[in-house]
Each structure stands twice: as C-alpha cells, then as structure tokens.
C-alpha cells in the first residue's frame, strides 16, 4: 500500500469516528432531554383514555361550581323546573363553554328521578352523540314543561298588557313569555309591533309617530316617553 492510499484509509477511519462520535452524543442529549422533562414537570403525552389537563369538562365543572348552581331532582311543577333551568342557564354564559359542554355540566347537576330520566336519554343516543343546546332544551322541555303548561304561557303572552307595569317591568315580561310564542313574533317588525299594542296608551301615542327600526330603539323610546310622562304629572 503506497503513501496515498494510506491517507485515504486513515481519513476514512477519522470521518467514520466522528459519524459515531455525533451519534453518541445526539443519544446522549435525548437522554438529558428527557430526565430534565421528568424533573421540571413538562407535560408528557396524555395515556389513551384520559383527558388532557385543562381540556377536561371536570376543571369547567370547577368554576361552574364557584357559583353554586342548584341542583335537580325533578318535579311535576312545570314552573319549578322552568325557574331551575333559567337559573343554572345564566350562570352558564361567564364560562363561555362549547353547547356540548354546557350540557354535560347540566348534567352534573341532576339527581334522583331526574338523573334516572338522564340515564334512559343517553342510553337511547348513538354513542358519541353532540348536543346542541337547543336539543337538550327541548328534551327537558318534553320531560318537565309540557304542552298545557307551555300553551297557558302562550296565551299569557297573547293576553299581556302594561297595565300598572313600568315600561321595564313589562318588557321583562314580554322577553320572558316571548319564548312560548316565537312563532307568532317570527321577525322584528311583528315583535315590535305587538310590544306596541300592549303599551298604555299614554306612552304609545308618544312614539307612534316617530321612525323606530329596532326592536331595543323601541323599548327604550317607550322608557323615555314613560319618563317624560312622570315629570309632567
């Protein structure tokens, strides 16, 4: 073997060291990489089954439960289980939750008779189903607000006049009852059209003739007209 061929072996022999040599370390510093992971708390990968920290429903349960919601146990009263689910409803909308969510938090909160009815509703859903909001209403509504119930809040709704009422006092009124007759306020201009006929007759002479276009420009030219009444009287 002449000189040449011996420098090209020996080059070799070096570059094949140093391909080792960085194998070496590169195992090396995974190994470092991972102890310090173990020692300083970085999330490791979620086990198969588990719930990823801070994605879980239980940490939204936590705060949901700092506004200590009621709870539900069930009732042949249609107006318990109505002021029930308007309550734990407003203390839903600070967490900002998904519908899906929101539901399954519900859930949380029945007990006896109403968590036996819960049971049969899951057990007759394909596994993995969504809810919607809207379909959970409607579910408990079946259950706890029958026909005859939500039918006498209709034509409470239909019946509704200001009377004695503030103006405040007797849109709250309208808003709340409004949910049982949304087929007969299907568009703004029906809405305010029937806000308007239950008005006394003082205020809605005062705003006949001024051009309203929404359904919150009305309410509030009819708290103004109210106002200007009582400092005339």
Same mark, same amino acid.
């Given at each position: 073997m002449d000189r040449v061929d011996q420098m090209l072996l020996l080059m070799q022999q070096q570059q094949q060291m140093m391909v080792t040599t960085m194998q070496q370390q590169?195992?090396?510093?995974?190994?470092?990489?991972?102890?310090?992971?173990?020692?300083?708390g970085v999330p490791q990968p979620t086990p198969p089954g588990q719930p990823s920290p801070g994605s879980n429903v239980g940490n939204l349960f936590e705060r949901f439960q700092r506004y200590r919601p009621p709870t539900f146990a069930g009732t042949h009263r249609p107006e318990e289980a109505e002021y029930w689910l308007n309550r734990?409803?407003? /203390?839903?909308?600070?967490?900002?939750?998904?519908?899906?969510? #929101? &539901?399954?938090?519900?859930?949380? /909160?029945?007990?006896?008779?109403?968590?036996?009815?819960?049971? #049969? &509703?899951?057990?007759s859903i394909p596994e993995g189903h969504v809810w919607t909001w809207g379909e959970f209403e409607a579910r408990f509504n079946v259950k706890y607000l029958p026909q005859t119930y939500q039918h006498e809040r209709e034509n409470e709704f239909l019946r509704l006049q200001q009377g004695g009422m503030s103006v405040a006092q007797y849109e709250n009124h309208f808003t709340e009852l409004s949910r049982y007759a949304s087929e007969m306020i299907a568009s703004e201009a029906i809405k305010m059209r029937r806000f308007t006929a239950g008005l006394r007759s003082d205020i809605r002479s005062k705003i006949c003739c001024v051009n309203i276009r929404t359904y919150a420009e009305l309410v509030e030219m009819s708290i103004k007209a109210e106002q200007d009444e009582e400092r005339v009287t």
């Open positions: 590169q195992q090396m510093m995974a190994t470092m990489m991972g102890a310090m992971a173990q020692n300083i734990v409803t407003k /203390l839903l909308r600070p967490l900002h939750c998904t519908e899906a969510k #929101s &539901v399954e938090l519900l859930s949380y /909160l029945f007990e006896k008779e109403a968590d036996l009815w819960w049971e #049969s &509703v899951l057990r």
